[in-house]
Nanobody
């Protein structure tokens, strides 16, 4: 009964910016939401997460300083603002939700979105 739906992916040039959005529908009791990505031929990796209960956002080292995660806990939505995009940022980006950021980062969140493709050309 819980569904996460991503939007905002697309094809951009290196150095461009792109913003992804995720909306949760149904009865939603998670306190943390975030993003993973999966590049061709690679395993899914953590990108960023936030907790509705407070604390600083968490980022993978590869995106820290370039990506910004934000959310609205009243609407159960989360966004990922991606700046200075690089070809290595290419992949399918997945929204995820779990009880805490720690559990989400463990790689087996309670909920996954369907993914949205981000392609960064050189």
């Amino acid at each position: 009964q819980v569904q996460l739906v991503e939007s905002g992916g697309g094809l951009v040039q290196a150095g461009d910016s792109l913003t992804l959005s995720c909306a949760a529908s149904g009865t939603f009791n998670s306190y943390a939401m975030g993003w993973f990505r999966q590049a061709p031929g690679k395993e899914r990796e953590f990108v960023a997460a936030i907790s509705w209960s407070g604390g600083s956002p968490d980022y993978a080292d590869s995106v820290k300083g370039r990506f910004t995660i934000s959310g609205d806990n009243a609407q159960n939505t989360v966004s990922l603002q991606m700046n200075s995009l690089k070809p290595e940022d290419t992949g399918v980006y997945y929204c995820a939700a779990d009880l805490t950021v720690v559990l989400l980062r463990a790689g087996r969140p309670d909920y996954w979105g369907q993914g949205t493709q981000v392609t960064v050309s050189s």
